[in-house]
């Protein structure tokens, strides 16, 4: 297990929206007529990012600028996402520890997915610092879908409060907070965050994945037979993707399961070497993608296209097959071996 390290505050322009919000897990949002998309907004402490870790075997490549939509943006928009990015992740925190390993009621989603008071109030605690501070953005949250007067925006923040609420239901610390920043459509600023663990990931398109404040690396894997392989479970799969999964399962070194986001984490950090999995919502990967690319890594579906979606009102969660690997070569291997076309 990673080493946990504890955050220290630092001083930010933006000013802590009041707290009574948070008691609240049913209160509903009211949008501005005007071009924005600002909501209420609910309290939150600002955690910088932190101290140090060890270093790890390193894949060292550096992120790819050549394509990088994110250079139209300066050094300080992209440090002012990050900052609030960081509030977000708090903010959440927050909600989640107040509930984890306590009882609540748990209810099923029309897809049958448990949705709990924990996600319900970790999104709205991070849909209102998102309004206070960019109230031209736009929000799609897993819990609520669309946030915005209009119909479309450059900037979409895409948010998932607890990816791995079964896990987080039955006290498992692998579950983690989701948040992507999409511009024009590209993710160009990703977070995992593990409040238990007091573990954050921080990607942004340009600049080297950190871990608690510290670069981290993915690490160099040459052949499928020399790989560790994560995926949620088995039974997430069906159909043909069940074959393509199996067919890449029976060449790998070890299969390992149940880390949802987690392992796509490990994967970045360098412990993991592949991370294969079905069915998943724009809400539960694209944060993921400059997490893992930032870290030198891989991530697209399997096809190898990159994972990427169109947000918008009109915009539908549709369902993406995804890998991910440390290490190009078994990138490769693993989509010759789904045979996905």
């Known amino acids: 297990m990673l080493a946990q390290s504890h955050f220290f505050c630092k001083s930010f322009s933006l000013i802590p929206p009041p707290s009574p919000v ?27 990012v932190p101290a140090s870790r060890g270093t790890m075997a390193s894949n060292s490549k550096r992120p790819d600028l050549s394509e990088d939509s994110s250079s139209e943006l300066s050094a ?12 977000l992740a708090d903010a959440s925190g927050k909600v989640i520890r107040k509930y984890f390993r306590k009882k609540f009621d748990i209810v099923d989603k029309d897809d049958m997915s448990p949705v709990t008071i924990a996600d319900q109030m970790a999104e709205e605690a991070m849909v209102s610092i ?23 925006s450059d900037y979409v923040w895409v948010l998932d409060p607890i990816d791995g609420t079964k896990s987080f239901i039955t006290g498992k610390p692998v579950f983690g907070t989701l948040i992507a920043l999409l511009y ?21 398109s340009g600049r080297r994945t950190k871990l608690n404040g510290e670069d981290i690396s993915t690490r160099s894997c040459l052949k499928l037979s020399q790989a560790y392989l994560y995926t949620t479970s088995p039974h997430l799969f069906s159909g043909e993707a069940a074959k393509a999964f199996t067919r890449v399962r029976e060449k790998v070194k070890m299969p390992l399961y149940g880390c949802d986001c987690y392992a796509y984490a490990l994967l970045a950090s360098g412990f993991v070497d592949l991370v294969i999995e079905s069915g998943l919502k724009p809400y539960d990967f694209l944060a993921l993608v400059p997490v893992i690319e930032g870290a030198g890594g891989t991530i697209t579906d399997w096809n190898g296209d990159p994972p990427l979606w169109e947000a918008s009102s009109s915009a539908v969660a549709t369902s993406f097959n995804v890998v991910a ?3 190009s070569n ?4 693993a989509l010759e071996s789904l045979e996905w076309h």
């Open 22 to 48: 948070l008691r609240s897990a049913t209160r509903s949002l009211h949008l501005s007529s005007s071009k924005s998309c600002r909501s209420p907004f609910l309290s939150s402490s600002f955690i910088a």
């Open 76 to 87: 300080t928009d992209l440090d002012q996402f990050t900052d609030v990015a960081n509030a």
């Open 130 to 152: 998102i309004f206070h501070n960019f109230p031209s953005h736009a929000i799609y949250g897993e819990e609520k879908g669309w946030r915005c007067k209009e119909e479309s």
């Open 184 to 204: 024009k459509g590209k993710p160009i600023l990703g977070v995992i965050d593990q409040p238990i663990l007091k573990e954050r990931w921080i990607g942004m």
């Open 325 to 327: 690997a440390g290490d």
């Open 330 to 333: 078994i990138h490769q291997q």
